[in-house]
């Protein structure tokens, strides 16, 4: 696979991009929502193999859905379109204009990134999320998809490119590694020459392999070891809700809670309670010795449950003494995506606020609001841990630059 050759036309076609109205990029993604549906059998025919080959190697069956399709999550990636095809275009926007002393007249206006190259794992949906996302904020895309769903990839991109091309638009627009060498997948991390920002998404393997090989520059999106810290001012009826929805409503997410933070004030009111309502739910609880003097079943928590991210029924808990001891041992190890207090104080709520490095802070809230489409941003290309360019759900705002449009009427700089 010649990947410096798809790349000279991913570069070639996001000028192309930048000069499409709303309305033609708008028809397109209704044009290939459509097409989805239209090629409904096509799609499942070929999951259909790499669910088999899943089968075949063992997939864990929490992984096999992951990767299953039918007709409901066809629709779900059709409708996902049309939904992105409703939202207010981003590029142009005027962020901010002024006027200089020498008679400069400068606006400040969105622009697409350019070219944007997307690594991710299993789930095949991401292949037309991702498309209709950068597609829509006038980026070129090219996409390397894990190799468990190699199949189902190829049938989804072939139908998208169909269909641009049946609105006349260039189908490299979306391209699709099919190599599944992992040295293709190195080399594509080091096509600078042609890829403006590289998007990590899966688990922490690949999102560290990413970072720490890629000439591209990276945004990095997050594994989510998130914190909820119970204060000693907490509404314990507000939290034990908050808190089984955060570990339980969904586990494999990047936005459950992981890790409970306990002030020693509500320790022995809090957690027979939580006890109770977390055995329900078949969760493993891993504490402290503090922790295990109410909870005498929990199993010892050691340094590395503190820094990790489940994605299982187990939650691991520390006791401390102040808000600072929870600030400090929340922020040694989080992995800067979702942290929530459950507090009646104003001023423990604020400090938590401030004090807090995460892409998003809570109060009183579970930490599975993180995400693009509860935000009000319609969808998503990830979570962003980082603090350069995009932090927090990325939508597609976050998929532009921007750059300075200067008009002026003859100016000479003395």
Same mark, same amino acid.
């Given at each position: 696979?010649d990947?410096?050759e798809?790349?000279k036309r991913?570069s070639?076609? !996001?000028?192309r991009?930048?000069s499409?109205?709303t309305?033609?990029?708008?028809r ?6 459509q097409?989805?549906r ?11 193999q790499?669910?088999q ?14 990767l299953?399709?039918d007709?409901?999550r066809?629709?779900?990636m059709?409708?996902?379109l ?6 207010p ?7 901010e ?12 206006c ?7 190259g997307i690594i991710?794992e299993?789930r095949?949906n991401?292949t037309?999320?991702a498309?209709?996302l950068?597609?829509?904020a ?7 998809g894990?190799?468990d ?5 190829q049938?989804i991109a072939e139908?998208l490119?169909?269909a641009?091309?049946?609105?006349g638009?260039d189908?490299?627009a979306?391209q699709?590694i099919t190599?599944?060498?992992?040295a293709?997948?190195?080399k594509?991390?080091?096509l600078k020459?042609?890829?403006?920002v590289?998007i ?9 392999t990413v970072v720490?090989?890629?000439?591209i520059?990276?945004i ?5 070891n998130? @914190? ?8 314990l009826?507000?939290?034990v809700p908050i ?5 339980t409503?969904?586990i494999?997410?990047c ?7 306990? @002030? ?13 309502a977390?055995?329900?739910?078949k ?6 010795e ?10 010892p928590?050691t340094e ?12 691991s808990? !520390?006791?401390v003494?102040?808000?600072e001891?929870?600030?400090? @041992?929340?922020?040694r190890?989080s ?7 459950i ?7 604020e400090?938590?606020l401030?004090?807090v490095?995460a ?10 609001f993180?995400?693009?489409f509860?935000?009000?941003f ?9 603090k350069?360019h995009a932090?927090?759900?990325m939508?597609?705002r976050?998929l ?12 000479v700089?003395?």
């Amino acid at each position: 696979m010649d990947l410096a050759e798809m790349g000279k036309r991913a570069s070639a076609v !996001k000028y192309r991009l930048q000069s499409l109205t709303t309305e033609e990029k708008n028809r397109a993604l209704k044009h290939a929502a459509q097409a989805l549906r239209d090629h409904e059998s096509e799609i499942l025919a070929a999951n259909a193999q790499d669910l088999q080959r899943g089968r075949d190697n063992g997939m864990h069956p929490g992984l096999l859905d992951r990767l299953k399709l039918d007709s409901a999550r066809i629709t779900a990636m059709a409708q996902g379109l049309e939904q992105v095809a409703a939202l207010p275009d981003p590029v142009g926007e005027c962020l901010e204009s002024f006027d200089r002393p020498v008679g400069l007249h400068i606006e400040k206006c969105r622009v697409p990134l350019g070219v944007i190259g997307i690594i991710y794992e299993s789930r095949p949906n991401v292949t037309a999320d991702a498309f209709a996302l950068c597609f829509k904020a006038g980026n070129a895309v090219i996409l390397k998809g894990g190799s468990d769903a190699l199949t189902s990839n190829q049938a989804i991109a072939e139908v998208l490119r169909q269909a641009l091309a049946d609105c006349g638009i260039d189908s490299d627009a979306i391209q699709l590694i099919t190599d599944t060498d992992r040295a293709v997948t190195m080399k594509f991390m080091r096509l600078k020459e042609y890829v403006d920002v590289l998007i990590p998404r899966g688990g922490a393997g690949l999102i560290r392999t990413v970072v720490e090989n890629s000439t591209i520059p990276v945004i990095e999106t997050g594994t989510g070891n998130c @914190h909820i810290y119970v204060d000693k001012d907490a509404d314990l009826d507000m939290a034990v809700p908050i808190i089984i929805n955060a570990k339980t409503q969904r586990i494999g997410v990047c936005n459950a809670c992981e890790s409970l933070v306990i @002030h020693e004030a509500v320790r022995e009111a809090l957690l027979p309670r939580l006890k109770e309502a977390l055995e329900e739910k078949k969760v493993e609880i891993r504490g402290d010795e503090r922790v295990r003097s109410v909870i005498p079943g929990a199993v010892p928590a050691t340094e590395e449950d503190y820094g990790r991210e489940y994605l299982d029924y187990i939650i691991s808990m !520390k006791t401390v003494d102040s808000l600072e001891e929870a600030i400090e @041992h929340i922020n040694r190890y989080s992995t800067h995506h979702s942290e929530s207090i459950i507090t009646a104080d104003p001023v423990a709520a604020e400090r938590f606020l401030n004090g807090v490095d995460a892409a998003c802070v809570y109060v009183n809230a579970s930490t599975r609001f993180t995400d693009g489409f509860e935000f009000g941003f319609g969808a998503e290309i990830g979570i962003s841990t980082q603090k350069l360019h995009a932090r927090g759900p990325m939508g597609l705002r976050e998929l532009t630059s921007y750059k300075y449009r200067i008009t002026g009427s003859g100016q000479v700089r003395e």
